[in-house]
């Protein structure tokens, strides 16, 4: 992983880094500044360190934040929210000495393979509740000429007229197709996501081990990475290893193909860096910076081998992955090059069956909860002590549904709140993503040319300078780079999303060639 200099904190000191990438960093929010490290790069474990760390974080993501409020520059809301809740919730995190209880029971290596089965098994549960309540007892109801209050009162049974005319319900139709639609592109996406490779710059003990198991073993043994490019490869086919955050669910590991992995990084063309970089571990200056990201290949200190331009080292898998956008823990993998597309249709797909779902029980959700207004008065706490939904108990709710059945009213009030909470979190971090894409960055990289600008102003404000105009122009600490990789906004997304009509089938579509400029860093 390269080391960035930290922009815009508090403190000139040039020994201080920036550190990207961070465990369990979750669907693209991540704080801009994460991370401390030793020598060689080594994490530094020790609680106490991890506190400073943590606290150092929020101390300067804090003064970055009372720069940008004062800055004569455009303020990104949405940005500084995400920015100062990561941190906070870090500093809280480790202040509490939770993360020493964790790390203690070790358990990541058990519930990491098992969070996607856990997310799966949420769309499974409210496609089962819409088939097995909702649909005959409120949908019905409401769409197929029943007028009908669904209040919870007693004694209100449905008109024998309307449950007549109810048989035959095109809306009912329409509805039941859309709902099983919509599951089977989420639940697609979603496994495609798991099982897929990012692409990734696979290190050469792994290159090895896979031609060991070939019973034609080269007698060829390179010494880097990159000499295997544009060459035969191992034809052998190993696994990544699920436990480690590699892909993969329910401890069914995915498949590592170290032939298209290598085919993968050679359409990015011959990786040569220049020997000083190589030995600061393809360390950007920012003083030099002309183009970011960098159209030049770096070289990964952890993995010891040169990489092609974007990609960068993942401290959660611990793996070089290619365009490396953020690791998602939902879907055990990392988000890069190779299954960019799959993540964003998956968040596409689950936002839009948020958003159906919460139009469609919005009306009857608002009138159970009227209806329970009206009769017991607005309480935080009523019969069941649960809350202002008075929903039942976990035990009265498995001995219902093991039973009886549950109270389709008590479905509504468990389904709505689920469906519009995360619908409304997935359509901002749907949009954000759609915006980085548009003006051809990852999470990853709009992070870094974020902390650009903000030492930028940084340095104009101390220099009284005028504003960056000039993309050469150099101030004390920064310049205003160009983005060679930007295409414009329509390029940038067809070069992501492939093509749009493909989008809305459940086919499996390979990711376009990487478009690679042929700018060159002065």
Known sequence: MNDFKTIGSASSDPSRKFHPEQDGRSCGFT????????????????DTDDSCSASEDLRVAWNNFNRALRSPEPFDQLHWIRVLGVTSMRYLYHVSRLNTFLRGLNLRKIWRPLVPAFGMGLVIVVVASYFLSLRDKVIRKIWCECIYSFDGEENNPLPKVCAEKSKDCNWLVFHDSLVIYIAIMILWNFLLTTFASPGVVVPVKEI??????TDDVSTNNPTNATEWVGKAQPSSISRWTSTEGRGGCCFVNPVLDVAAEQNRVSLYGKLEVANDKHEKGGDFGWTNIKHFPSPEPTYCNKCKQLRPPRCHHCKSCNRCVLQYDHHCPWVNNCIGYGNYRLFLLTVFY??????????????????????????????????????????????????QATTTGIDPEVIVRMVFPLL???GLVLV?????????????????????????????????LEKARSKCDDPGVKSQSSVCPINPFH????????????????????????????????????
Not at 31 to 46: A, H, T, W, Y
Not at 369 to 384: P, T
Not at 435 to 459: D, F, N
Not at 497 to 516: D, I, M, Q, T
């Open 31 to 46: 704080s801009p500044l994460e991370g401390k490290k030793g020598k060689n790069e080594e994490i530094v474990n020790s």
């Open 350 to 399: 689950i936002a839009t069956g948020c958003c159906y779902g919460s139009g469609l029980l919005a009306g009857a959700f608002f009138d159970t909860m009227a209806g329970q207004f009206r009769r017991h008065g607005f309480k935080f706490l009523y019969a069941n002590k649960t809350g202002l939904l008075d929903l039942p108990p976990p035990w009265l709710l498995w001995e």
């Open 420 to 422: 519009f909470l995360v």
């Open 428 to 460: 901002f971090f749907l949009v954000s993503h759609l915006r980085y894409i548009a003006v051809g960055y990852t999470t990853l990289e709009q992070t870094i040319a974020l902390s650009m600008k903000i030492a930028h102003q940084k340095a104009r």
């Open 208 to 213: 090895s081990l896979s031609a060991s198991r």
């Open 487 to 522: 295409q414009g906004w329509r390029a940038n997304l067809l070069q992501i999303l492939g093509p749009v009509h493909l989008l809305f089938f459940p086919v499996p579509v390979a990711p376009p060639e990487p478009f690679v400029p042929n700018t060159k860093v002065a």
